[in-house]
């Protein structure tokens, strides 16, 4: 299959650019700890929680309605310049060359704790490689092994080290790369991401250059320091609301621990699933993308050793505890019944849509549509 990496554009137009990739793990990422409205970013920037603090010292809105309301205009207006640093050794970008093999972008992804990499080109093309297609790469060459587990343990390694990147990409038909301007504000990101279902965005500087990168772990870490203002009501808990806003949900999917990990991996493909409930132990754990480069590089070929314990919430946990939990635990959080049982995932993509969708974030653009009349 030929190459069809394509650059879109969302919020400006911008020419193609390096592409990045920032660490997922919120405990190991730099640019969590300076965009989580605490002390303001190196080079002395107003941080966005001193603006929302500050607010209530320049203006005192004559209600608790507008008093909210004029909170949650300081949150969401504030651009992405503000929001994320710029490059740095801080907050570095990883990158790899077609050329380079595949054993390579596992070792960048454990090092770093990213699940993506961009690969150049020697034509100055890029395109975006990820945990996902890896995953559903090396599934395919399990299943050209006749899907014999033991043939797939001994062998991974060879492939992994003559296989080069552009390969991953071929085979996958490369991903689109979506762009955003530093000077698009949150609002306008919970937007793209609520609509685009992409996890990450490069964000571009005036110049079209490539400022940063920006997933849905730092926004919602972002939101997590505005919690009393998104959620007014206090204590409001998942029985309360319609977290998915009345669209099916989707059925949970469960894999045994004792389960051979590039097993539970081609369930995963099969499935159309990023990640599995793990069953069969003392506690409910975790399995999927997100454990590939590891499981692989560190021998963990057995769900029970690759897999880690599941983050969970119960219908009565408020709704604060479920976004700061997707913010600062892991990507996904499995609802449990009274015994402990998974019953439901909830990921990050699914709260900021509900975000979006209930807890008055209107879409950019609404404002000024209402004031012009219908």
């Not at 034509?123 to 599934?139: I, K």
């Not at 587990?149 to 490369?174: H, K, L, Q």
């Not at 949970?252 to 990640?275: E, G, M």
């Not at 505890?321 to 913010?327: F, N």
């Amino acid at each position: 299959m030929g190459n069809t990496t394509s650059t879109v554009t969302a919020g400006a137009a911008a020419p193609a650019c390096k592409l990045g990739s920032t660490q997922d793990i919120p405990g190991a990422n730099p640019l969590l700890s300076r965009t989580a409205f605490a002390t303001p970013p190196p080079g002395g920037k107003q941080s966005p929680a001193s603006l929302a603090s500050l607010h209530g010292d320049r203006d005192t809105p004559t209600s608790p309605a507008a008093a909210r309301q004029e909170a949650l205009e300081c949150i969401l207006n504030v651009p992405l310049v503000d929001v994320v640093p710029a490059q740095s050794p801080d907050a570095p970008l990883c990158m790899l060359k077609e050329h380079d093999v595949v054993l390579d972008a596992l070792r960048t992804f454990d090092r770093h704790n990213i699940s993506s990499i961009p690969i150049r080109f020697d034509v100055g093309r890029y395109a975006l490689v990820d945990v996902n297609d890896l995953m559903a790469f090396f599934v395919a060459e399990f299943r050209k092994l006749g899907e014999r587990v033991d043939a797939f343990t001994t062998s991974w390694r060879r492939v992994a080290e003559s296989t080069p990147c552009r390969a991953v990409v071929n085979f996958s038909g490369g991903n689109p790369t979506v762009t955003v301007p530093h000077s698009l504000t949150v609002r306008g990101l919970i937007d793209q991401f609520a609509t685009t279902r992409a996890y990450r965005f490069l964000v571009l500087d005036e110049s079209g250059r490539l400022y940063q990168v920006i997933t849905q772990t730092n926004l919602l870490h972002y939101l997590s320091g505005a919690l009393p203002t998104l959620f007014p009501t206090p204590h409001q808990s998942l029985v309360q609301v319609d977290f998915f806003g009345g669209t099916p949900q989707r059925p949970l999917r469960t894999v045994d621990i004792s389960t051979p990990a590039i097993v539970a991996w081609a369930q995963c493909v099969d499935w159309k699933v990023h990640r599995a409930a793990v069953t069969g132990g003392s506690k409910v754990g975790s399995f999927g993308t997100w454990n590939l480069a590891r499981a692989l590089l560190h021998g963990r070929m057995v769900v029970r050793d690759a897999a880690r314990t599941a983050v969970t919430v119960d219908l009565d946990d408020a709704l604060e505890t479920v976004v700061h939990r997707l913010a600062t635990e892991a990507r996904e959080v499995f609802l449990v019944d009274d015994g402990g049982v998974p019953l439901h995932v909830i990921t990050q993509g699914d709260c900021i849509r509900f975000l979006l969708r209930d807890v008055a974030v209107p879409r950019p653009g609404d404002a000024a549509a209402s004031k012009g009349g219908a």
